[in-house]
């Protein structure tokens, strides 16, 4: 096998090469405790007192983290090109692999992660700003982590139903923060000074965060504010019902899948050690639990001995 064809199974998660799964597997655990180093310096830096105590220490974790994260980005741009055609898309070049990687989530994750260290070495003016995207780090757990994987393809499947959702909920907070500006402003110039200034008061009533700060003082202004905390408990919790039934009928599916699985396996009526391998591969992918996984094996294969009797 190629450089290139083993640097994408090395760095590729759960990756389907059997000579290259051992250590696949050590590579994410390397890297998921690098990310959780990093993440942690990052915070340990705001602390008071401490980067004066640690700033040498602080400062190697960071560049070798960044030689790391910097050597991983280009070696998935480079093993890209191993990554096999889909399905539903015609035969694509070596360079049109690189470039769609460059151009998915992902990967550019991975850019803005070391992205800011070296505009800062290289750039003269001040990038202190651009330190934020250090965050974007822990971020990169994400390709390691089924879950949220999981709640990703929720957000894709769900992407029209959740922007016709915060529609509403956007139309709905600009009507509210018109309504109590015209009837606060007589009463409280300084608070409600403009409806852009309202909309604030609209989005925490809404929510039912209420900090306080802007508050109804007339008799028609806390009726409309009690209505308007009424009303976004019921408009507020669409997102949330949304994703949770997507979140949930994503899960059935995975069970769909492999209950699936284990019925073409239980074909011949016996589960062999190969089986059994197969079927524990098929459930780290659909990041199924191992009880759960268990409990569909015995009941499908107890239903497969009742068909045979």
Known sequence: MSFRNACYHILAPASEAHEYKKLSKLFDIFLIALIIVNVVAMMLETVPGIPAIWRYELHIIEVASVLIFTAEYFLRVYSSASAPNRPTRAQTTTWQKRWAYIKSPMALIDLMAILPFYLSVFVAFDLRILRVFRVMRILKIGRYSRSIQTLATVLRNEAHSLVAALSVLILFTVIAATCIYYIEHAAQ????????????????????????????????????????????????ALPAGILSSSYTAQMQLKRDRFKDTVRSVLDDGKLSEHDVHHLEHVRALLDLDEEEAKLIVRLLQHHHKGLDD
Do not use: E, H, R
């Not at 109804?216 to 009303?231: D, E, H, S």
């Open 189 to 236: 110039p300084n608070v409600f000074s403009s409806i852009p200034a309202s909309l604030w008061w609209a989005l925490v009533t809404l929510t039912t965060v209420g900090y306080g700060d802007a508050v109804p003082v007339t008799a028609l202004g806390k009726v409309f504010g009690g209505l308007i905390t009424i009303m976004g408990i019921c408009f507020y």
